[in-house]
């Protein structure tokens, strides 16, 4: 199951910076799982400080012919960032929380398996160029997950963004990281993406999913760090 988080920082309104509420679909297809993944995305921002959220859907359920008939994963993330001392000396300072959670099939619907609930809680760190062209946010979360154990019950988050790479208006590089721990085990997570932005709405793409002990990839691969290209494009609205 791809997992995104891919929109410029969270933390960008908390700092005068007027950035565009947006709303984007993304299409994707996943060469090392070999099926197409589509993405819904917002980022909206207000006076309070702003919201991000995406909903994933995995395209793999197929019949006894192997044609796709309907999703077989779903993930769904909601992060809200709060900052109510914008113009103090601790500006690039917000506070987050978010919900994750989702629901998977394997073999043709044959078993199901959850996606735990999963409630975050702490702060965001917020950096950027003079420009806002470049950002960068740390973020350190206390997470809980229902039903599972997790023997350190935190999450390290790093989100970047560039605009313009190298100087050529419409290029995107942006992407995160994720560090947690589910059980005993340390898990990693890590999309960069490449876009790039065929007039206001268009873009064309792709991402390169790099982890470690995630999503039980090791039972189909046999090997804890995998790394999962995929192609796509995005229409922003």
């Known amino acids: 199951m791809k997992k995104s988080f891919i929109l410029v920082a969270f933390a960008t309104l908390a700092f005068g910076f007027t950035a565009q509420a947006q709303t984007n679909f993304q299409t994707f297809y996943d060469f090392g799982r070999k099926h197409f ?18 909903l994933d859907y995995d395209y793999n359920n197929r019949d006894a012919n192997g044609k796709v008939i309907s999703p077989n994963n779903t993930y769904f993330e909601i992060a809200r960032c709060l900052n109510f001392w914008q113009d103090s000396a601790l500006a690039p300072l917000s506070l987050q929380v978010e ?10 619907m044959a078993g199901a398996f959850p996606v735990n609930n999963a409630f975050l ?16 946010n740390f973020k350190l979360l ?6 599972l154990y997790s023997k350190v019950p ?29 059980g005993e085990n340390l898990v990693f997570l890590s999309e960069p993406q490449l876009w790039y ?10 991402e390169v999913e790099f982890s470690y ?13 995998n790394v999962m290209p995929c192609l796509g494009w995005k229409w922003v609205f």
């Open 121 to 136: 809680v702490g702060v965001d760190w917020f950096l950027h160029s003079k420009d806002f062209n470049n950002t960068l």
């Open 37 to 54: 993944t589509t993405t819904l995305e917002g980022f909206h921002v207000d006076k309070w400080g702003n919201t991000f959220f995406f």
């Open 213 to 225: 002990n995630f999503a039980g990839l090791e039972a189909t691969t046999g090997k804890k760090f």
């Open 142 to 147: 206390y997470k809980k997950f229902t039903g």
């Open 197 to 206: 932005g065929f007039g206001e709405h268009f873009n064309i793409g792709g």
């Open 154 to 182: 935190l999450q390290f988050t790093t989100v970047w963004g560039c605009q313009d790479l190298f100087g050529l208006k419409g290029l995107r590089f942006s992407g995160f990281a994720d560090f947690w721990c589910e």
């Open 99 to 108: 919900y994750n959670g989702g629901f998977g099939t394997w073999g043709n």
